[in-house]
């Protein structure tokens, strides 16, 4: 007698595994968004001519925007960062501020990979160095650059690489648009350039070297407006580097 018992007998089973799978697969899902909202990756897309995203693994804008407010103390709240431009040795974005206020985090940490290989550099050295520069250029002349609000070596690894909180100037990049200047506005131009340049010679040391703090600079709420001093170090250079004629450059004995 034909009989369809075997047949229902397995339904259950089946059942079972449909609300099992289903349960597995939404499961995932779930555990997927989250893990997207508590861990997502907001780096900036930066493709280089092999379509590649060279921005910097370690480097996370949420990162940036928390390691801000941990130091911001009267500048109001970070409430947005985004990429602005980058370099071979540092990633630059632009903060704002619940105040409405736009500044400029400087984060130094190898973009393309070759070149970290290549060339690796000891950060918190060469972006102290970069900032003592600029910060002696605002005393000593009279070229617009940019105040150095924070220092960070990023200690704790926070960010992911040595990083400033600056001034954000804006402005055209002046290769842009200087094939468009007349006759009269590039004048100008060749005018003002000389006239930065003549300051810069006029500054004089008693020795080669590069311009460092005489402190650490890590609690300090505004550097270009402390009273910091600075004296002529060590040269900064890339470690290992190599010239044309294959010589090796390393940097040289302290001479402060």
């Given at each position: 007698?034909?009989?369809?018992?075997?047949?229902?007998?397995?339904?259950?089973?089946?059942?079972?595994?449909?609300?099992?799978?289903?349960?597995?697969?939404?499961?995932?899902?779930?555990?997927?968004?989250?893990?997207?909202?508590?861990?997502?990756d907001?780096?900036?897309?930066?493709?280089?001519?092999?379509?590649?995203?060279?921005?910097?693994?370690?480097?996370?804008p949420?990162?940036?925007?928390?390691?801000l407010?941990?130091?911001?103390?009267?500048?109001?709240?970070?409430?947005?960062?985004?990429?602005?431009?980058?370099?071979?040795?540092?990633?630059?974005?632009?903060?704002?501020?619940?105040?409405k206020?736009?500044?400029?985090?400087r984060?130094?940490?190898?973009?393309?990979?070759?070149?970290?290989?290549?060339?690796?550099?000891?950060?918190?050295?060469?972006?102290?160095?970069?900032?003592?520069?600029?910060?002696?250029?605002?005393?000593?002349?009279?070229?617009?650059?940019?105040?150095?609000?924070?220092?960070?070596?990023?200690?704790?690894?926070?960010?992911?690489?040595?990083?400033?909180?600056?001034?954000?100037?804006?402005?055209?990049?002046?290769?842009?648009?200087?094939?468009?200047?007349?006759?009269?506005?590039?004048?100008?131009?060749?005018?003002?350039?000389?006239?930065?340049?003549?300051?810069?010679?006029?500054?004089?040391?008693?020795?080669?070297?590069?311009?460092?703090?005489?402190?650490?600079?890590?609690?300090?709420?505004?550097?270009?407006?402390?009273?910091?001093?600075?004296?002529?170090?060590?040269?900064?250079?890339?470690?290992?580097?190599?010239?044309?004629?294959?010589?090796?450059?390393?940097?040289?004995?302290?001479?402060?």
């Amino acid at each position: 007698m034909f009989s369809l018992w075997p047949t229902f007998s397995r339904w259950p089973r089946l059942s079972l595994w449909l609300i099992w799978t289903t349960a597995e697969t939404m499961l995932a899902s779930l555990l997927k968004q989250v893990k997207s909202i508590l861990y997502w990756d907001d780096r900036p897309v930066i493709l280089d001519d092999d379509d590649v995203n060279i921005w910097p693994p370690n480097i996370r804008p949420r990162n940036i925007k928390r390691a801000l407010n941990r130091r911001m103390h009267g500048r109001g709240r970070c409430v947005d960062v985004r990429y602005l431009s980058h370099g071979a040795s540092h990633v630059v974005l632009l903060a704002k501020t619940s105040y409405k206020e736009e500044y400029v985090v400087r984060v130094t940490g190898s973009v393309y990979e070759h070149f970290q290989w290549a060339h690796p550099f000891w950060q918190t050295y060469k972006e102290t160095s970069e900032v003592a520069s600029m910060v002696a250029l605002r005393r000593l002349t009279k070229i617009p650059v940019p105040r150095v609000y924070l220092f960070d070596e990023d200690r704790d690894n926070a960010v992911g690489g040595v990083w400033t909180l600056q001034d954000y100037m804006e402005g055209e990049r002046l290769y842009e648009f200087l094939p468009e200047l007349s006759g009269e506005a590039l004048e100008q131009v060749r005018a003002q350039l000389a006239n930065w340049m003549l300051q810069v010679f006029h500054l004089e040391f008693s020795q080669i070297g590069s311009l460092h703090f005489t402190r650490s600079l890590n609690e300090i709420r505004d550097v270009s407006d402390d009273d910091l001093e600075i004296r002529v170090g060590r040269l900064v250079t890339l470690r290992g580097l190599r010239m044309e004629n294959d010589y090796r450059v390393g940097p040289p004995k302290d001479m402060g």
